[in-house]
């Protein structure tokens, strides 16, 4: 949902960069990619030096199973993890989002997945699955998301922080603007797949 990797290219390379590369055996990385974490976006991305590339998917030849355990072991936010307390921004709001993407998606690869091949059938069977979850009171939209959203934004339990109007796509951000905090909407098409949103503030 966010801006491209490339859009974000500058952002996305803090001058404090996180810690070395961690190997292929703790990673699931290919050689020569390593995990690093943007400070400005306060997300994990991937990098390789030698080609001088930065992504927020996975490259392809990652070991997906053991870069989950990876990620959820080094870069997910802790329980009830925030922003700094500050003042809501004029014209925005918070929202978080639970994402499943399909072959159809504007880019069908995620950090879970480097090639998805489901169809839209089936993500929208997943992502009912996960709404009743939901509804049912077996967990949040954001538990969830640390594990099951294909978005970058699920090592924040799906935050995607403050927006206005023209941010986002344009029937994300009706779906969300439609909602009052502490709401969860229904499921919401977009290019990049399908989403559960919770208006946070």
Not at 73 to 82: E, L, Q, Y
Request: charged share 25%.
């Amino acid at each position: 949902m966010v801006k491209s990797p490339s859009a974000l290219a500058v952002a996305c390379r803090p001058s404090s960069l996180g810690n070395a590369a961690a190997d292929k055996a703790d990673t699931g990385l290919p050689s020569g990619w390593e995990v690093r974490h943007s400070n400005s976006k306060n997300l994990p991305y991937y990098f390789n030096a030698a080609e001088k590339v930065s992504r927020w998917e996975p490259p392809a030849g990652t070991d997906t199973e053991k870069l989950k355990h990876y990620m959820a072991s080094h870069h997910s936010a802790g329980a009830g993890s925030r922003p700094q307390a500050v003042p809501v921004p004029e014209g925005k709001i918070r929202a978080a989002h639970l994402l499943v993407k399909h072959k159809g998606s504007r880019r069908p690869s995620s950090w879970r997945e480097a090639d998805i091949t489901r169809s839209k059938e089936e993500a929208l069977e997943i992502i009912k699955a996960h709404e009743e979850k939901i509804k049912s009171g077996q967990t949040t939209l954001g538990e969830l998301a640390l594990t099951e959203s294909d978005c970058s934004s699920a090592r924040k339990r799906g935050d995607l922080g403050y927006f206005g109007k023209g941010d986002m796509q344009k029937e994300f951000e009706d779906a969300a603007f439609g909602l009052n905090p502490g709401e969860i909407s229904t499921i919401v098409e977009t290019a990049s797949g399908l989403h559960l949103i919770e208006r946070l503030e």
